[in-house]
């Protein structure tokens, strides 16, 4: 029997599982860019996206970080719990770039003294606008409480994160999280990949990531494999 398709989205679809509290991820070749202005098919981005979302969340998890991923079903769908989406997006920034360097005239690779946390509402209609906590809260999206996990969250993923990818000769400069409610809990949700983070190479300042779509760089999928290809050489030491 085919598994109910729950919610197609412009570069995943999500399936329900066999449990109810469970869901099938799949990971297409769809990519988007500028709100869905731009868009192409570049085939095994799902594949490799899968992949690079799966060797991460394992990591993570090792490090005491829950996520929704149960097991892999194949190269480009996972068994995930089934969690409520929190509607905001959290970015976090170790270095100035694209939106941020846009919006306050910082050039590119500016370094910042601190990490930056900055949250968005989900929502393509309105262009996923950034939200201050006082929003969040007022309108009722998510409480102080729920904001300040994501927060403490978000920045133990970022110094788990980083020091993997610098282990690779990757440098992390910003990248976008999303949570999920899963029995009472907060629980990363979602992907991280080459699509919902920027890398940079440490040896070139290479784009190892979706801006190489965005900007028409040429050879994406090439980076996302050589990131892939880092990440096992990196699980192997
Ligand atoms: P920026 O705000 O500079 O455009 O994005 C900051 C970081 O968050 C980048 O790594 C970007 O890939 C990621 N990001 C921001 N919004 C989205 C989104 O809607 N989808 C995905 N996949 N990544 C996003």
């Known amino acids: 029997m085919e598994n109910k398709l729950l919610y197609k989205g412009k570069s995943k679809s999500v399936y329900a599982g066999e449990q109810s509290d469970t869901c099938i991820m799949e990971y297409r070749n769809s990519a988007t860019a500028g709100n869905g202005a731009k868009k192409a098919e570049l085939e095994g981005k799902g594949a490799l996206n899968a992949e690079i979302t799966t060797i991460l969340y394992r990591y993570l998890e090792n490090n005491g970080i829950e996520t929704h991923y ?10 995930v719990k089934k969690v409520d989406i929190i509607q905001v997006e959290v970015i ?53 409480e729920d904001l300040d996990i994501l927060k403490n969250t978000a920045l133990r ?72 290809r880092r990440l096992k050489n990196a699980q192997q030491v």
Request: with cysteine.
């Open 157 to 228: 993923v970022n110094n788990l994160l980083s020091s993997l990818f610098d282990r690779c000769g990757i440098i992390l400069v910003d990248f976008k999280l999303e949570f999920g409610r899963y029995n009472g809990k907060i629980i990363l949700a979602d992907e991280i990949s080459p699509d919902s983070c920027r890398f940079w190479d440490k040896a070139t300042g290479d784009k190892m990531d979706k801006d190489r779509f965005r900007r028409d760089l040429g050879d994406v999928l090439g980076a996302y494999r050589e990131v892939l």
């Open 70 to 79: 149960i097991k892999t079903l194949d190269a480009t769908r996972m068994l």
């Open 92 to 144: 976090v920034r170790n270095i100035a770039a694209g939106g941020f360097s846009k919006k306050y005239g910082v050039p590119e690779g500016t370094p910042l003294k601190n990490t930056v946390l900055e949250f968005c509402l989900k929502s393509d209609e309105y262009g996923d606008p950034m939200m201050n906590e006082s929003q969040i809260t007022a309108l009722g999206i998510a409480s102080q």
